[in-house]
Structure formats: structure tokens, C-alpha cells
């Protein structure tokens, strides 16, 4: 994030937020985040909100217990893709496929839920169910880019002894889309938009960024990220706030600190 787009989420903030001091947007490291979304916790109390993102909650029967009360008083996908990575921690694969199952009703394009609901499936022996499912995510995953998991679905229908789809090479439609520089293959949409005109911050988040999404999408987070520091009332001096708008960026924008690691190490070699 440059020092112009900081200004203008303070300038668009809507509650006071204190100056932004330089920091290092994104660190490189393997973290394990606690999945949210903007929609979901703009609804519960500051408390509540700073504690789930700032993983505080000890036990697998409180995280359960707030993404819960998440998915009843804002129901998107995120909420329940959450809540079943919950059920998924504690070992409740029942609740945990049938969470995944409406995080794909309310956001069919979200890929990583077909995986883990696929490998839930058959770990309560239903590969009947799990086959067809993980096939259509394949083409989901695919169509949109999500290298990752359509990896790691392929995999298991191959463990199940299915065909892998046939499917346009993902790496060939992004290079159709992009073929003119104007343009980039949008991982979110999964549609082509404009790309943007600079890697958005330094390191390799910012190059992941400028690389897979476009200019309505980043735009549409710009909008996201001020209500975020809004809502939970952030102070960027402080670590632990910059931590939680990171986590938050990422979760939105569906990538994994694994994905940006791998693509930085894959540029590099090429």
C-alpha cells in the first residue's frame, strides 16, 4: 500500500483513525489465519470482533461457539466457510461438510470450499457423494485460476479413481486474457478486468496482487479495507491492527500466504 492509497482510506473513513505510520504491509512468513469477512463482523461488538481476529479464543468450542453467532446474524460465505474450518478443528465432519455445502450455496465460485468439503466427505466414507462434487470443483477452480486447489482436487479424484475434467489450461487463458498488458485475469471474479497500473505495495504480496487482480477488484477492497479500520477502530503503529488488516486483506482476496511463497519462488526461477 502506497502512501497516497493510505490517505484516502483515512480521508474515507467515516470514524476518527489515527495517522498511519510506515510499516512493512505484508510480512513472508506461514501463518495460519482465522478466516472472517467484512460483512460478518461488521455486525458484532468490538470486543467480539478484535477477539476472533486477533485469535484469542483458547478452545475449538469457543471458536465454534462465535462463528455460530456469526452465521446466524450474517450469513455470508465466509461465515460458514469459517465456521466449518471450526467443526473441521474439532473434529465434526458431519457439521463441517454440511457448512461447507452452504458456503458453495451462497458463493459457488469459492474453490477451497469444494476441496475441503470434498476431503471431508470422504473421510465419513461418501466418496459416492464426494466424487461429483470434486469434479465440479475442478472446473471451478480452473475457470478461475485457483491453481492451489484445483491441485489438491485433482489429487483426490485420482485417490477415488475419477477422471480428471478436461478443462482450458488455466495458464493459457490467463496469457489469451493478458496478451495485450491492459488486461489481467482476475483471480477473485474469475473475469477479465484492468490491470493495475503499479503492484499496489512492496514485496511479493503486492507483485501476487498486481499479478492476479484487477482493478475492480482492488478497488471494491479499497471500499472493504475502510470499513475494516472503521469498524474495528484500528491503529496502524500498533502491530498486532496491522496484523488483523492483513489477515483480513488476504482472507478476502482468497489467498494463502503458501500461494504467494510459491509464486514468488516459481517468478524467480523463470
Not at 466424487?131 to 479424484?157: F, H, N, W
Not at 485420482?158 to 493459457?172: F, N, T, Y
Not at 496469457?175 to 484492468?194: I, M
Not at 499479478?211 to 472503521?230: A, C, L, P, R, Y
Amino acid at each position: 500500500m502506497n502512501a497516497n492509497e493510505r490517505e484516502s482510506i483515512i480521508q474515507t473513513a467515516s470514524c476518527p483513525v489515527l495517522p498511519l505510520t510506515p510499516f512493512a504491509f505484508i510480512r513472508v512468513h506461514m501463518r495460519l489465519f482465522m478466516p472472517g469477512s467484512v460483512q460478518t463482523v461488521a455486525r458484532l461488538g468490538l470486543a467480539d470482533k478484535l477477539s476472533i481476529l486477533s485469535g484469542m479464543s483458547t478452545t475449538a468450542e469457543e471458536r465454534i461457539a462465535q462463528w455460530e453467532q456469526m452465521a446466524r446474524e450474517a450469513p455470508d460465505d465466509m461465515a460458514y466457510f469459517s465456521l466449518a474450518n471450526a467443526y473441521k478443528d474439532a473434529d465434526r465432519p458431519e457439521d463441517a461438510q454440511g457448512a461447507f455445502a452452504k458456503a458453495i450455496e451462497l458463493n459457488p465460485g469459492m474453490s477451497r470450499a469444494y476441496q475441503l468439503r470434498g476431503q471431508v466427505l470422504i473421510q465419513l466414507g461418501k466418496e459416492a457423494e464426494a466424487g461429483p462434487l470434486l469434479t465440479e470443483g475442478y472446473t471451478v477452480a480452473a475457470e478461475r485460476g485457483d491453481v492451489m486447489p484445483q491441485k489438491a482436487i485433482g489429487s483426490l479424484l485420482e485417490k477415488l479413481g475419477l477422471p480428471i475434467p478436461q478443462v482450458q489450461d488455466a495458464a493459457e487463458r490467463k496469457k489469451e486474457v493478458e496478451a495485450s498488458g491492459d488486461t489481467v485475469l482476475d483471480r477473485r471474479t474469475g473475469k477479465p478486468q484492468n490491470r493495475l497500473a503499479d503492484p499496489p505495495m512492496r514485496g511479493p504480496v503486492g507483485q501476487f496482487i498486481y499479478d492476479h487482480f484487477g482493478q475492480e477488484t482492488w478497488s471494491e477492497w479499497i471500499g472493504q479495507g475502510t470499513k475494516v479500520i472503521n469498524e474495528l477502530r484500528l491503529d496502524f503503529s500498533n502491530d498486532q491492527h496491522q496484523d488483523t488488516y492483513e489477515q483480513y486483506m488476504l482472507e478476502w482476496l482468497q489467498v494463502t500466504m503458501d500461494e504467494v511463497a510459491e509464486y514468488a519462488k516459481q517468478t524467480e526461477q523463470a
